[in-house]
């Protein structure tokens, strides 16, 4: 039961930092773009980084938000398959 156990957490950790990657790498390097643009240009507001990152991460979810969920219902599906292992063992 272990071995399943373990599993499904490698799965779980697997899964989870495929679907939040596109996301986090878009929003670092939106930050840095736009600090970078910042920097040069010597405008030094805090709030400025804030609508370019939302709009970065809008588009990424709407060009992922499928792939994201088809990689979601097929872990859960592979969860779902291991609740007979966990109850018998």
Not at 7 to 30: E, M, Q
Not at 65 to 71: A, D, R
Request: net charge negative; glycine share 6%.
């Amino acid at each position: 039961m272990d071995a399943e156990l373990t599993r499904l957490l490698v799965d779980t950790l697997w899964t989870a930092s495929k679907i939040a990657s596109p996301i986090l790498i878009v929003a670092l390097v939106t930050g840095v773009g736009i600090s970078l643009i910042q920097t040069v240009l010597q405008v030094q507001e805090a709030t400025l980084t804030f609508v370019p990152k939302l709009a970065a991460i809008g588009a990424v979810v709407v060009m992922s938000g499928n792939w994201m969920l088809v990689e979601l219902a097929e872990f859960m599906r592979r969860s779902l398959e291991m609740v007979p292992q966990f109850l018998a063992g």
